[in-house]
Every structure is written in C-alpha cells, then in structure tokens.
C-alpha cells in the first residue's frame, strides 16, 4: 500500500532528532507512538501529520484511514520501529506530526475555568493533567516556562489525545493576571482556607504548583485566594500527587452549587 | 561504623530474588530505596528492617538512626548499590524490611471510609492510590487478587511511606460484602448516577475498577450505587486515570454535608 519502505539513514536522522525540545521546536513536529493514539491523530486536521511510520499489518489493518495519507506513509519492520521509537514496548506506528499553535495570549483568554501549571516537571503528571482538562472541559491550560515539554514523548502518551482538544499556552502568570484582572485566580497551597465548603466559581484560574516545591514566591502573590485540600489528622503525607490535586480541584470548581 | 563492607554473593543474590513477587512472599520481606523513605522505615517497628545496605556517607549523614540497628548494616560503594538496585537513578540507601501483615479479614473490617481496589494493574497508580488513602485517612484499602502486588518496587516508591500508614488487604469483594450486609458500596463506573449532589455517607465502601475494563461483572452485581464524575459535554476521554478518579472520589465522600 505504502510506496516507500525501509528507514533510510536520513528518516532515521529525523525521528531519533525529535526526541530532543530543541529540534522538535525547530521543525515544529511531534511524535505520537501506538495504535490508538495514532488513529486518533489521523482522523484530525489540527495537528496535520507529515509521516506515518507503520508496520505492512498496521497499513493493511487502517487501510481506509491512511486513504488521504498514502504519500506519507512508510512501511517498517518491527525492528526498525524499535529502533526509533521512544517506548520500551514497541508499537506498531509512529506518526510525526505539526505542533499546533493554539495563539492564545493574555488578552485572549477565555473566561472559563482554566488552569495555570507552574513549574509541573513530571511528564506523566503533565499527560494526566491534560486529560483531566479534557475530562472537565477546562479551556486553556497555561504553563510557565520551566513545565515539562507539552510535546516530549512521555507527555504525549500519558495525555491520550487530549493535546489534541486541550489549547494550551506558554506564558508567565503575571501577564496573564495583568491582562485579565477580574478573573479571579485561586492557587492551591497546603496552607490555605478549606476548599469545602466554599462557594467557588464557574470562571476562574486555578493555579497548581511544582510537584517539589508548589507554587513559586512571585506567583503566590498574584493569587486572589488561597485554597487547600484538608487531610485527615492521622496523615503522614505532607501532599498529594500534583494530577491527583489537579482532579480533585477540578472535580470540585465544576460541582453544581448546592 | 558498620562492620560488614562490600556486597557477598549471597546478599547480592538475595537482594535481585527480592525483586520477584515470589520471592518476596517466601521471604515475607521486601525493599524500600531512597534517602527519605528510608529513613522513615528506620524510624518505625510495624515494618522491622532486616538489612540496611547504604553507602559511607550516607552512614555517616544518618548514625543516630542507625544507633538501634548496628548490626544490620552494610557499606557498599555506589557502583554496588547500582548493581542491585530496581531503579534508573542509583540511591544512597537500600532497605529490606519484614511485610507487615495487617490481619484483617472479612469480619474485622472498620466501619469508616474503605477502598476495594478490583485489578489495579499500574504500579504507579497502586503507589499513588495507597498515598490518596493516607492523605484522607482511609480505613483500609482491599485489593482483589489479580491487583499489583503492593510491595513490588515501583509501587513502594510511589507510595512513599504511605504503606507504612494504610492498612491493606487482599480479599474478594464477595466475601467483604457478605460479611458486613449493612455497609454500603459504592462502585465507580462510566453510566452510573451522578456523584454530585448526593448524600454520601461518612462510612462506606468505594470501588475502584481496573484501569482498561473497569470493575469485574462479578462484582457489579455486588454495588449497592453505581456513581459516576460527570465530564465536559465536549469532552473527549473515555476515562479519567484510575488514581486521579480514586483521588476525586474520596474527596467528594470526605466533603462535608453542606
């Protein structure tokens, strides 16, 4: 089906290159990995995908999809797929796809819930996060500069698709606030006032802190509330998982008032 | 300050046998890694630490610790530390410790919040789900026995001390039921009553299914409601992650009746 077969040295080059920030911002590509993923970035055109790296079953298998993809696709072995994939379990495609720019700014934030991340370094917690907001239907997740790559391999897998639906942009929660200072920004620190309880709003930017350190010194001043999540008394855990608290809180900004 | 240095064969081959689940089970002991989790089990006697392999400094850092356990410890050099280590990133410390045995049965369980975990398959999830369970005081968290096993590596070091705090179990959900006709379950699935807006119980016990095919038929016939976290009409997830929804469902249960 695929009229280019093998890995040449330069698409080799390539794909081994994108696992890399740097090189996946100068050619502004991805790599998504695995068979549902794969299926899912197919039948899109946000993100446009510019080579299908499958195996001859997969192509056989996914025939009527790759019918507006045939120029891309190349077929490889099993054992060439290994050898450029970023998964210890091998799969049976690769899809290198365009990074999306969602051209969110400041002043074009939409007024529903969104979160900020600050500083959120674990790319399974990245992933999770993203399908939590996709989960809830959160309009933006922004993140500061020194989060986790959106676009690393980690991430990608763990979001599920959800970078697909989720817009997300890079910006520094000073502007944000500053372009929109009657949204109202809640921050979850472990010293706060009880989010029970509270009558909290359908609007608002809930601001989730690094999984080490929390939420840095000049971001905390820019929050307008300060919420946390009580523990039992007998706890002996001083947090909880940055996705865990991000589900929660979110779970609990969309509960219909009482 | 400890009089045995450098790893025998023996120790060596005893230490890479803890690493199978069943080894762990002849032994009745397993392995905790890492400078804090460490340094948590050497402060406790539920679970009384057999050998403690550490290197020099880390030693020298932590004498007063090790006052009451001279003669479980051995000096090893980090190059030794990484040969029987299960972790990419070699650690300071490595701690075999006795598994504690909780006995709790069917009939003995308490009356407060409890999970039944039915096939929690990622360790990462089962580490994260046991700290969830702390953070909220959770009573007990019952696995089924096609769970991860609890004191398989990654689990331990996701858990991060949790499983020094949360009673386990391993039961079927049949048996727990039966025992204890008045206490409710609560089963979390995808068509299930919304959880908002109910009455939930301070006593109960919740049901967290599999992370690909949810809770077993078997013990869906066993759930007195079937609770569900609405998501976004736009949404795109089939599911949240198993922990992330374990982690929103005892928060909603632990929040107060308005």
């Given at each position: 089906?695929?009229?280019?077969?093998?890995?040449s040295k330069?698409?080799?080059?390539?794909?081994l290159?994108?696992?890399s920030?740097?090189?996946r911002?100068?050619?502004?590509?991805f790599?998504?990995?695995?068979?549902?993923?794969?299926?899912?970035?197919l039948s899109?055109n946000?993100?446009?995908p510019?080579?299908?790296f499958?195996?001859?079953?997969?192509?056989?298998t996914n025939k009527k999809l790759?019918?507006?993809?045939?120029?891309?696709v190349?077929?490889?072995?099993?054992?060439?797929?290994k050898?450029?994939s970023s998964?210890t379990t091998?799969?049976?495609?690769?899809?290198?796809?365009?990074i999306h720019?969602?051209?969110?700014?400041a002043k074009?934030?939409?007024k529903?819930l969104?979160?900020?991340l600050d500083?959120?370094?674990d790319?399974?917690?990245?992933?999770?996060i993203?399908?939590i907001a996709?989960?809830?239907?959160?309009?933006?997740?922004y993140?500061?500069?020194d989060?986790?790559d959106l676009?690393?391999?980690k991430v990608?897998?763990?979001a599920?698709?959800?970078?697909?639906?989720?817009p997300t942009?890079i910006l520094?929660l000073?502007e944000?606030t500053?372009?929109?200072?009657?949204?109202?920004v809640?921050?979850t620190?472990?010293?706060?006032?009880?989010v029970y309880?509270q009558?909290?709003p359908?609007?608002?930017?809930?601001v989730?802190g690094?999984?080490?350190?929390g939420?840095k010194p000049?971001?905390l001043?820019l929050?307008?509330?300060k919420i946390?999540l009580?523990?039992?008394q007998?706890s002996g855990?001083?947090?909880l998982n940055a996705?865990?608290a991000t589900?929660?809180?979110c779970?609990?900004?969309?509960?219909?008032n009482?």
């Amino acid at each position: 089906m695929s009229d280019v077969i093998g890995l040449s040295k330069n698409k080799k080059k390539y794909l081994l290159a994108l696992q890399s920030k740097k090189q996946r911002q100068k050619y502004n590509k991805f790599v998504v990995e695995g068979d549902k993923i794969a299926r899912e970035f197919l039948s899109q055109n946000l993100f446009p995908p510019e080579l299908i790296f499958a195996t001859s079953s997969w192509i056989e298998t996914n025939k009527k999809l790759l019918k507006v993809h045939l120029n891309k696709v190349v077929t490889l072995s099993e054992s060439e797929l290994k050898q450029v994939s970023s998964l210890t379990t091998p799969n049976q495609v690769l899809v290198v796809a365009d990074i999306h720019s969602w051209a969110l700014d400041a002043k074009d934030v939409s007024k529903g819930l969104a979160l900020y991340l600050d500083g959120i370094r674990d790319p399974g917690n990245m992933g999770t996060i993203l399908r939590i907001a996709d989960w809830f239907g959160i309009s933006t997740v922004y993140c500061s500069s020194d989060c986790v790559d959106l676009y690393m391999s980690k991430v990608v897998q763990a979001a599920m698709g959800a970078i697909l639906r989720v817009p997300t942009a890079i910006l520094s929660l000073e502007e944000l606030t500053q372009s929109n200072p009657e949204w109202p920004v809640y921050g979850t620190v472990l010293d706060g006032s009880s989010v029970y309880g509270q009558s909290l709003p359908e609007a608002g930017l809930i601001v989730i802190g690094n999984e080490g350190r929390g939420i840095k010194p000049e971001n905390l001043k820019l929050l307008h509330h300060k919420i946390s999540l009580p523990s039992a008394q007998e706890s002996g855990m001083e947090s909880l998982n940055a996705a865990v608290a991000t589900g929660i809180f979110c779970a609990l900004f969309r509960q219909p008032n009482a």
